[in-house]
């Protein structure tokens, strides 16, 4: 089993609608969450970084995290075309000399129809 | 200001020939890492440098595959000799460093995808 789990998709919605996108892990060490966004043949870049539990918000991103279920979600709301990408779940602990090692989750691909 | 700079973007060799890629991070950034990124899945980190020291390469295949970051600035990862299992994406990241505060944000090139026939 893989320390962090994500659905891979494809998941396809209309544009507008709201986007839940989730992540589970078993490592309960874990303290820094974040999500990052990649887009076809390109490398991934950071959308939002969580520390501990509870939601962030950013524009029209909400990164909620509930360190008691071990469960993440990142929610896009008003979703757009250019939304259409792979999000992956990253996250790291600060319980050893590495600074912020990622384990990343498998990435779950978005599609978003006009 | 330029981002992580990756070269060549795509690679397709026979299998057994040896293949290196570059990276060049972004500037003043002391923290390199080189992941591997199979289809459908998220990256593996494969190496990791404070500066010009690797102090993390637990996942690197030493058997086959090499890197180096000569003067703590641009680095190079090896295959030697390369295997049909080696196709995948190699993505190169970097960040500021362990002291730059709790998010030290890794930075992202596109990546190398290699075709290993």
């Known amino acids: 089993q893989k320390e962090v789990e994500q659905d891979p998709g494809p998941l396809s919605v209309p544009e507008g609608a709201i986007v839940s996108l989730n992540c589970t892990y078993s490592?309960?060490?874990?303290?820094?969450f974040m999500w990052y966004r990649q887009y076809s043949r390109k490398g991934p870049e950071l959308l939002m970084y969580?520390?501990?539990?509870g939601n962030k918000e950013d524009g029209r991103f909400t990164a909620q995290v509930d360190k008691s279920s071990k469960y993440i979600s990142l929610f896009i709301r008003d979703s757009q075309p250019s939304d259409s990408a792979t999000y992956l779940c990253a996250m790291s602990h600060p319980n050893n000399n590495a600074g912020n090692m990622l384990t990343f989750g498998g990435g779950t691909r978005l599609m978003v129809k006009p | 200001e330029a981002g992580v700079v990756q070269s060549p973007r795509y690679k397709i060799i026979e299998k057994k020939q040896p293949v290196a890629f570059w990276c060049n991070p972004i500037s003043g950034h002391n923290t390199l890492y080189w992941y591997l990124q199979n289809l459908g899945q998220g990256p593996e980190l494969l190496i990791r440098?404070?500066?010009?020291?690797?102090?993390?390469d637990s996942q690197l295949p030493k058997d086959r595959f090499s890197a180096e970051r000569l003067k703590g600035v641009d680095s190079t990862l090896k295959i030697q000799p390369a295997e049909l299992g080696d196709s995948a994406v190699y993505l190169c990241?970097?960040?500021?460093?362990?002291?730059?505060?709790?998010?030290?944000?890794?930075?992202f090139g596109p990546g190398t995808r290699l075709t290993v026939l």
């Open positions: 490592n309960s060490a874990f303290q820094y």
């Open positions: 969580t520390y501990s539990s």
């Open positions: 990241a970097s960040s500021l460093g362990l002291y730059s505060g709790a998010s030290n944000e890794q930075f």
């Open positions: 440098y404070e500066n010009e020291e690797a102090v993390d």
